[in-house]
C-alpha cells in the first residue's frame, strides 16, 4: 500500500516514517518536494531509520507530481508555500501593523492561506485524475481552510488532522487520572475548539476537573489562559485560543522576542538541511538535536509572557500529528474502529455553521469513512467567533480562487483579531508588496 509525502523535503517528515515502522498497513512510501537538496536530506534520515526497523516501508523520491501520485492510497499533505521565507513574511507583515504576527491565527494565516489555496487546488486535480481513490490527509496550513478547498474537487475523501486536540484531551485525562473508556465532546474549528465535556465510563467528569486547582496546573493550556478563565467559559480552550483571549500580550511578547517562530526555524533548519548536505552519514542524529530543540521552544514567548513555564516532558515524548496520521490510516483500512478528532465537512454537525464548511469535530472512522458526530448547541460566545472566523476562511478561500482583492480585504478587516479597516488596507498593501506569489493571485 502506497503513501505519497507531498512536501517530503519537510523537516517533519521523519516522524510520520518512525510512526510506520512500528507497524502500519504502509508498504511504500513516495516523497515528493519541489527541493531536490531537503529531499535528499529527508531520505538520509529516513534510510537510517529503516535500517534500524527491519520490514519498514520502502522509500523513494519523486520530483514529478503524477508519478509520486500515482496509484497511492492515501496522499499526505504537508506543503508549504514559499517555505519558512514566506513564513517569516506573514509573521512581520503583522507585527509591523501592530497585530498578531501568527502562522495560522490572524492576519499571517490569512496571507499564508491566499498564497496556499491556488497550490492546494492543483494538487487535488491532479490527485482526482491520478489517484481518484486515495484518501487525502491534509496537513498543510491553514489546515481549516486547506482541507475546505480540496474538498470542493475531491469531496470528503480529503480530511484534516491536527494534534492539538488529541493533546487537550490527553492532559485533561491525565490529570483526572482517567482509565475508563472516554467519550469527548469537544467542537470547534482548526486552532479555535474547547473541549466542553470529558466522559469516563459514560460520567462527564470535566466539573470535577475545573473545580481542582491542583489538577488544572497540570494542563499546559490552563497555565497559559489560567484557571479562573476556564471555569468563567466553563470549557478547556485549544492552545490558540491564547491569541485571542490574551491577544495584547500574546503580541508584547511575540514582539519583544529575538525573533519570530518562522525565523528560528527557518535559522534552525537551513543548518540542518546544510549540514546534511555536507555530511548525511549522521543524518538521523543530527535531526533527533534539532527536532527536540524545537519541540522544547514551540509558544515558548507565550508559556514565558503567562508564566506557564516550561513544557511537560511527556507533552514532548509523545507521539503528535504522525499518530494521528497512522490511526486514521489504520482505521480506514480495515482496522479496528475508532473515534478521532478532525477537521470535516460540517453537513449539520455543528449548528449554526454552513453545511460545507469544514469544521474539527469527533468523528467516527472504519472502512466505511469518516462520520462526524453531531454536537450539543454552543454558547453564544463560542458560536458568534467561530462563525466570524469561518466567515474570514471562505472570505480568503474565493478570494484565492478568483483573485478578488476586495474580498481578500474583506477577510483581513472582519478577522477578529485585526480591529481597524484601515490596518486591514495596510496589511494588504504590505502583503502585496512582499509576497510575489500573493501579489500574483489578487487583481
Not at 529531499?39 to 526497523?53: F, G, N, Q, S, T
Request: glycine content about 10%; proline content about 5%; some cysteine.
Amino acid at each position: 500500500m502506497k503513501l505519497t509525502v507531498l512536501g517530503g523535503g519537510g523537516f517533519r517528515v521523519p516522524l510520520v516514517y518512525q510512526a510506520l515502522t512500528a507497524g502500519s498497513p504502509i508498504t511504500e512510501v513516495v516523497l515528493h518536494d519541489v527541493s531536490g537538496p531537503r529531499l535528499a536530506a529527508i531520505r538520509a534520515v529516513l534510510a537510517e531509520m529503516a535500517a534500524a526497523h527491519p520490514g519498514a516501508p520502502d522509500v523513494r523520491v519523486a520530483t514529478d507530481l503524477d508519478e509520486a501520485l500515482a496509484d497511492a492510497r492515501f496522499v499526505f499533505s504537508a506543503i508549504r508555500v514559499d517555505g519558512l521565507a514566506g513564513r517569516t513574511v506573514d509573521e512581520r507583515v503583522a507585527l509591523a501593523h501592530g497585530v498578531l504576527g501568527q502562522e495560522t491565527t490572524g492576519p499571517g494565516g490569512i496571507a499564508y492561506g491566499l498564497r496556499s489555496v491556488p497550490v492546494a487546488l492543483r494538487v487535488a486535480r491532479r490527485v482526482a485524475d491520478v489517484a481518484p481513490n486515495a484518501w487525502v490527509i491534509n496537513f498543510t496550513n491553514p489546515a481549516g481552510m486547506i482541507t475546505e478547498a480540496m474538498q470542493a474537487v475531491l469531496g470528503e475523501r480529503v480530511v484534516g488532522i491536527c494534534d492539538s486536540p488529541v493533546g487537550l484531551v490527553r492532559r485533561a485525562a491525565e490529570a483526572l487520572r482517567a482509565t475508563g473508556q472516554l467519550a469527548v465532546d469537544y467542537v470547534g474549528l482548526n486552532h479555535l475548539g474547547w473541549l466542553r465535556g470529558l466522559r469516563v465510563d459514560g460520567v462527564d467528569q470535566l466539573p470535577r476537573l475545573l473545580a481542582d486547582d491542583a489538577a488544572l496546573a497540570g494542563i499546559e493550556e490552563v497555565r497559559l489562559m489560567g484557571a479562573e478563565w476556564v471555569r468563567c467559559i466553563g470549557a478547556l480552550p485549544n492552545e490558540y485560543l491564547y491569541y485571542y483571549y490574551n491577544t495584547r500580550e500574546a503580541v508584547a511578547a511575540i514582539r519583544c522576542a529575538p525573533c519570530t517562530r518562522g525565523e528560528f526555524l527557518r535559522g534552525q533548519q537551513e543548518r540542518f538541511y546544510a549540514e546534511v548536505a555536507a555530511d548525511p552519514s549522521d543524518a538521523l542524529r543530527r535531526w533527533n538535536t534539532v527536532r527536540e530543540e524545537r519541540d522544547t521552544s514551540y509558544m515558548a514567548e507565550s508559556r514565558e509572557a503567562s508564566g506557564a513555564g516550561e513544557r511537560a516532558a511527556s507533552d514532548i515524548a509523545v507521539g503528535g500529528y504522525q499518530q494521528v496520521a497512522l490511526e486514521l490510516m489504520a482505521a480506514l483500512t480495515g482496522g479496528p474502529g475508532r473515534t478521532m478528532i478532525l477537521n470535516v465537512r460540517n453537513g449539520t454537525s455543528v449548528p449554526g455553521l454552513p453545511p460545507d464548511a469544514v469544521v474539527e469535530v469527533p468523528c467516527v472512522v472504519g472502512a466505511h469513512g469518516v462520520t462526524p458526530l453531531a454536537t450539543a448547541p454552543l454558547p453564544g460566545s463560542m458560536l458568534g467567533l467561530l462563525q466570524q472566523v469561518k466567515a474570514v476562511e471562505q472570505d480568503t478561500i474565493e478570494a484565492a480562487v478568483t483573485g478578488s482583492a476586495t474580498l481578500a480585504l474583506r477577510a483581513f478587516a472582519q478577522h477578529p483579531l485585526v480591529d481597524s479597516v484601515t490596518v486591514a488596507k495596510e496589511l494588504l498593501a504590505s502583503y502585496r508588496a512582499r509576497q510575489p506569489a500573493l501579489a500574483a493571485i489578487l487583481r
